[in-house]
């Protein structure tokens, strides 16, 4: 699809939040590097047009330095449809969720055992020491360097998300930390959705429709092989879940040093246990993570090939809140997307 030099996709182009007060919103992405961008609003009747959501509409974008991914797009509704997924569980369908890259993960649990202890409503797990890659190489503690992450969950009524923070090792183009943010975090790096589907037949959505480059595939974490996973996806023991990654054409499907942050994880649950449906509180019009958007050149070839797919809900291209040209979809899995025209 993409070796049409008229056509191309990045990796993803904004997360959008709904929130109630977007002074309190912003001033709590400030603290991880965020600031304000472009402002815009619609109408109820284009909102519904772009969004299925029959509500006027203000927004915010918020950049990261010169980021052109990873953004976050806040979203006011007049009239809220949901109150989104909140704290509830990682281990539902609908779920999604947005990673950052920080240097100082300690500072962040500090702030969140502040928050606990003045009764914030807000779940997270300690920062547990994950391997990523060769998991199978022995090292040997206080004499060869170790390799990993701290990884923690960090869940609160508008927000959810995954902080890690890299020991051993750096990838160039896999997150650019604010130095200046109080927190020392990084644009999102990579955004998650939970799916169940043994047949792997819904993920070639992201592969043939929207031409995305699978760059992680059946990558199995259980119970026993990692406690950050355990604790941010419940797992009971014997539980696993399969990892597919899809990232912009770009990339490379195989050197990790080539990685590009904008990624798309998709954790994959056996049919044979039973999850929860939550599409409903994570779509447009719900309060907290709803949507997330994808950014083209070419966006009418886009329109054109999600016609043609198993997509259902498409929407006709009409102009955003910032005048982009613009049109939302659900996807196979079950979940909301909106793609939005390069400038």
């Known amino acids: 699809m993409n070796s049409n030099n008229n056509t191309r996709i990045g990796g993803i182009y904004e997360v959008c939040i709904g929130v109630t007060n977007a002074i309190s919103a912003i001033q709590y992405w400030q603290q991880f590097g965020y600031r304000i961008g472009e402002i815009g609003e619609l109408t109820a009747t284009t909102a519904y047009q772009l969004y299925r959501v029959n509500s006027s509409l203000q927004t915010i974008r918020l950049d990261h330095q ?34 950052t890259l920080t240097a100082d993960i300690l500072g962040i649990l500090n702030h969140a055992e502040a928050a606990k202890s003045i009764g914030e409503i807000i779940h997270y797990t300690q920062p547990n020491w994950e391997i990523i890659y060769n998991k199978d190489q022995k090292t040997r503690p206080f004499v060869e360097p170790l390799v990993g992450v701290r990884e923690m969950l960090l869940l609160q ?15 160039p183009d896999y997150g ?27 993920l070639k959505f ?42 912009h054409p770009r990339s490379s499907p195989t050197d990790f040093m080539a990685a590009q942050s904008g990624r798309l994880y998709i954790i994959r649950f056996p049919e044979n246990i039973t999850l929860k449906s ?21 966006i009418e070839t886009y329109w054109q090939r999600v016609r043609e797919s198993a997509a259902t809900g498409i929407t006709e291209i009409v102009n955003n809140e910032f005048a982009e040209m613009s049109f939302s979809f659900v996807a196979p899995d079950g979940y909301f997307w909106n793609i939005v025209e390069s400038k």
């Not at 009524?157 to 990838?171: I, M």
């Not at 650019?176 to 819904?202: C, L, R, W, Y």
């Open 66 to 99: 010169n980021a052109d991914h990873g953004l976050i797009r806040l979203m006011i509704w007049q009239n809220p449809t949901s109150q989104g997924l909140g704290i509830s569980s990682m281990k539902v369908k609908g779920n999604r969720w947005a990673t």
């Open 157 to 171: 009524p508008l927000t959810r998300q995954v902080l890690f923070q890299r020991f051993g090792y750096h990838v």
């Open 176 to 202: 650019h930390i604010n130095h200046h943010a109080p927190f020392q975090t990084s644009q999102f790096t990579h955004m998650g959705i939970v799916v169940q589907d043994d047949s792997k037949e819904i």
């Open 206 to 247: 992201y592969e043939e429709t929207l031409g995305l480059l699978r760059v992680r595939d059946d990558v199995e974490t259980t119970y026993e092989s990692s406690l950050a996973a355990r604790e941010i996806f419940e797992l009971n023991p014997g539980e696993n879940f399969i990892l597919t990654a899809f990232d």
């Open 278 to 298: 939550r599409f409903a509180d994570a779509q447009p019009g719900s309060l907290g993570m709803c949507l997330y958007t994808y950014r083209v050149q070419g």
